[in-house]
DNA sequence: TTGAAAGCGCTAACAG
DNA sequence: CTGTTAGCGCTTTCAA
């Protein structure tokens, strides 16, 4: 039996039992300041007695706005839902909308039919998007960016041809930190293990890298590629070890992949920090559940989602937002990296 | 400068192209059959050409369905959101969706004003709603049942009175599995971490672990109480060995849990399995990283997630269901059970 | 098989 | 400060 849907009280409804216009209500239920107090009162009243919520969908039609926010996950990220990253990032979205008038929609794009999320997009069903790109290159939004505010998290690859929004870490700066504080504890032999290499993150922490140990006066050691995961971590210890390249520590661009490395550290006899210093980025529970302890660069994933969401948010409202935002960063010292 | 937004072509225009009337390409967009061919491709063109999207929201209310379902996330669990099950449950919900009509719209109950939620559930905004409860009772809910299609993930506390649709696994069932395994390599002195006592999911567990304890003719061990996470599993561990009780296996509720009871046994200088064997539920990234991987038994959340989306979709198209669904669960042998 | 017309529930000028 | 009047873009009888 298909039930039958419970008939909702409408706007005029709530008019006649509060004896007003239905524009009167409206203007209520949209808090307008120019309704006398007593009016007021009596339309609160009536729609507290008829438990009446407004309908978005007419709402929508009727001011040309959806008040909802889709956030858009590439089909190829979503496999890596599991990563505490995004999770957070999208939680942190969530909460700060659930504080705003909007909603917040999920969205997988599918990789067999890239079109039907812009065309989603475009099709006026949302105010504004976020885009979780953990993957490669997503050029493919960018030319949507001018017909809908778009937020990206983290720095894509494309151009930045203008109209980009992005609410970003600075990866480079905090690869820097991480090494040098592994550094610091005198090592000469530093290797690192990379992300993917079509990713504006893994891109610039490896630059970090480098960098600091440039700075350090120390040669570049070998460089092993993973894309964020545990098991790659593991398999790129396996490749960096057998590479027979002195090593006496390691910087991998996510704890995951350290925490992957460290087994295999473990498992080839040797101890972390005294053989092999570590450091690495991200503090979730891999890096604190490691032993020794990760020491590792916190970026506030939750911070950054709501974030995301507050730049979508005013630029939907038109106020005018930097293009690009930076989030702090954090140095946290444990037993990984050393003396 | 309020970007003016792009004007996307209305149905009205595409009539226009096609030299047909809105009801005609309105019957085409919807895939009704009775339209003659050639003008069926006649539409087509018009859509193709004009890059017409149709807008949800006046369709929406032309229809009185809003095509959107809503995932609830209680507050207090949005804080678990780390939990990799529930990224998973999200995800095999977004992913299945991603292949119908339906747009998932995320709702985090807050807590400070719980009618908030129900309200905007009850408003008619969205078709069905999916209802993720880490956390305690959720009878909160329960009413809304009787206004709009609701499935809930894991059995709710409150007692069933009809009408609630639920997508479970045989929790009893699977913590049976997980603790025979261990006892089957003789051990005599089990004991179990369980999870928060107001949910469905740790009392069942608790009572498979102890179902098969006492069919094994061992007495019933000590429990502790934690909260699913690693760090609770760690203060639960230590009470559990300060107890003075005789251990020799661990029935952790949660593979979070028993990662964090590790720490404690190594650093009480105990082994595993040798000293202490373990078993426990999830087969996660904790499980798999664990040194010995955690003998567990694993519950496919992200089926788990995606059959639920399947349900409310069937209970909105008015299709019957099965009120409970149970979904298989599997013992998965590793190493810290022991030999 | 197609078109005309009447809304869906709300907001937004425009008067008063 | 409040009511009247048009729609927003689409679906859906009802006739033709």
Chains 1, 2 share one sequence.
Do not use: C, W
């Amino acid at each position: 039996m298909p039930e039958p849907r419970k008939q909702q009280p409408t706007l005029e409804l709530v008019a006649e039992r509060a004896g007003v216009s239905r524009a009167t209500v409206s203007r209520v239920v949209n808090g307008s300041d120019k309704v006398k107090a007593d009016v007021v009162r009596a339309v609160e009243k009536a729609i507290a007695e008829l438990n009446y919520v407004p309908n978005r969908a007419a709402r929508s039609l009727a001011q040309g706005r959806t008040n909802s926010i889709a956030l858009v996950i590439p089909e190829s990220t979503a496999k890596f839902f599991a990563d505490p990253y995004f999770a957070s990032v999208i939680q942190g979205a969530a909460m700060y909308l659930s504080t705003t008038e909007f909603t917040l929609s999920l969205l997988i794009a599918t990789e067999s039919d890239p079109t039907k999320t812009s065309r989603y997009l475009r099709g006026g069903n949302v105010d504004g998007a976020l885009i979780l790109s953990h993957h490669a290159d997503d050029s493919s939004y960018s030319e949507l960016a001018g017909s809908l505010p778009l937020v990206f998290g983290g720095r894509p690859m494309s151009n930045e041809n203008g109209n980009v929004f992005v609410v970003d870490v600075d990866n480079a700066a905090a690869a820097r930190k991480a090494t040098e504080a592994m550094l610091k504890t005198g090592r000469k032999h530093p290797v690192t293990i990379s992300g993917p290499q079509n990713m504006g993150a893994a891109i610039d922490r490896q630059r970090g890298f480098e960098q600091a140990v440039h700075e350090a006066g120390l040669p570049a050691g070998p460089v092993a590629v993973g894309d964020f995961t545990p098991d790659s971590g593991e398999s790129a210890m396996r490749e960096l070890l057998a590479s027979g390249a002195k090593i006496d520590s390691l910087f991998a661009a996510s704890a995951q992949m350290a925490f992957g490395a460290m087994k295999v550290i473990a498992d080839a006899g040797l101890m972390v920090p005294s053989d092999i210093a570590i450091a690495t980025i991200d503090d979730d529970s891999f890096a604190r559940n490691a032993s020794p302890a990760l020491t590792t660069v916190a970026q506030n994933a939750e911070e950054q989602g709501a974030k995301m969401a507050e730049v979508v948010v005013q630029r939907i409202n038109g106020e005018s937002v930097p293009e690009r935002i930076i989030m702090p960063t954090k140095l946290i010292l444990r037993g990984s990296h050393g003396v």
